[in-house]
């Protein structure tokens, strides 16, 4: 059984910053990693992902401002975040796509991590 267990976020005013981490548990092969962002009324969007070499690969809104990195060897992700503006204010979930196989991957998602940029 994954799981996945993320930390970091809290309230922050707008130009601050804050890093999110999310560790997945269990003797697992791990992927690509990413992490995803939900505000309210609004569909689950991509924020960043790495691949298991260090490739990573940004959205628009975060480039410059965000930086996703991984620890392969504690099966861990970070999202460092900077320059934060109120409309970055959503749940941060993290995502692994976990090796099951030599072309097969199994997708799991964190609990999400609530991030409030405001005054």
């Known amino acids: 059984q994954v799981q996945l267990v993320e930390s970091g976020g809290g309230l922050v005013q707008p130009g601050g910053s804050l890093r999110l981490s999310c560790t997945a548990s269990?003797?697992?092969?791990?992927?690509?990693m990413g992490w995803y962002r939900q505000a309210p009324g609004k569909q689950r969007e991509l924020v960043a992902t790495t691949t298991y070499g260090g490739t990573t690969n940004y959205v628009g809104f975060a480039q410059g401002r965000f930086t996703i990195s991984r620890d392969n060897a504690k099966n861990t992700v970070y999202l460092q975040m900077n320059s934060l503006k109120p409309e970055d204010t959503a749940v941060y979930y993290c995502n692994v796509a976990v090796r099951t196989g030599s072309y097969s991957r199994s997708s799991y998602w964190g609990q999400g991590t609530q991030v409030t940029v405001s005054s």
């Open positions: 269990g003797r697992i092969s791990i992927d690509a």
